[in-house]
């Protein structure tokens, strides 16, 4: 089950095409990744699969030619070291979680339409033509990608954010936890229409959890926004140094297999 499962993901990977476009991509990663640090020195951002820094191989699985960074001065110091394109927008310091390195961006988020929101560690398999399709019919000011849990993290339910659902509509976010077993994942990547949406989310607190992208769709279905979720086929995360070597250990294996025919 495990070697077909890693077969459609590759297999998918390999099929992407580069002319498909469905708004710039913008990856918040001006975290460190501490997780990581015993498989790796580098920051989580730019730890190598397939001969790429991480945030450019996730970038690359999405519908999106023109990908735009949200970092520190720390990391863009170490793109330039490696030869690698510039930030968008570098932060003077590193942020504590995922929801201030958004905050301390609104002004240039405000500035953006169309686009993804994502980080450098997930990515979804997904239809590029049915989700474009999706977007024009429904119009969503927003869309939360969401995921089908399986029957291990239905019983690790409380160590994800799940989404309750009416038709397309989300309905509500919780975080950490889930009210129904009908609540889908939430995937952790994001599609915007209008980034001035960003623009209210001073009122927004949480002292149980860590403060995330999430808790600003929560926020934004309560201020009665038109937020939507899109289900992914397959919700790929490389967060913990377990996901992300089980990850690399599959990749690798096929693409050796490839080069051995």
Request: charged share 25%; with cysteine.
């Amino acid at each position: 089950e495990d070697f077909l499962r890693w077969k459609n993901i590759h297999t998918h990977t390999r099929k992407k095409n580069d002319e498909r476009h469905l708004g710039k991509n913008i990856v918040c990663m001006a975290g460190l990744g501490r997780r990581m640090k015993g498989i790796d020195d580098a920051p989580k951002a730019l730890m190598d699969i397939s001969d790429q820094p991480m945030y450019a191989y996730v970038a690359s699985q999405f519908p999106s030619h023109n990908v735009e960074l949200i970092t520190t001065q720390e990391i863009a110091q170490l793109l330039s070291n490696k030869g690698l394109s510039p930030p968008a927008l570098t932060l003077p310091k590193q942020t504590s979680n995922q929801l201030e390195t958004i905050r301390e961006s609104t002004q240039y988020l405000s500035e953006q339409d169309g686009f993804f929101l994502s980080s450098c560690d997930a990515y979804g398999d997904f239809d590029d033509q049915k989700f474009a399709d999706f977007l024009t019919s429904e119009k969503p000011d927003a869309v939360i990608f969401t995921f089908k849990p399986s029957l291990m993290q239905n019983k690790l339910a409380g160590h994800h954010t799940h989404v309750s659902v009416s038709g397309n509509r989300a309905t509500e976010v919780h975080i950490k936890s889930k009210t129904s077993d009908e609540d889908l994942g939430l995937c952790g990547y994001f599609w915007v229409r209008d980034g001035h949406i960003f623009e209210n989310m001073d009122d927004i607190n949480d002292d149980t959890y860590e403060l995330c992208a999430d808790h600003a769709f929560k926020a934004f279905i309560k201020q009665r926004h038109k937020i939507f979720h899109y289900l992914v086929d397959e919700n790929i995360h490389l967060g913990t140094p377990e996901e992300f070597l089980e990850y690399r250990f599959w990749i690798n294996h096929f693409n050796k297999l490839e080069l051995g025919k």
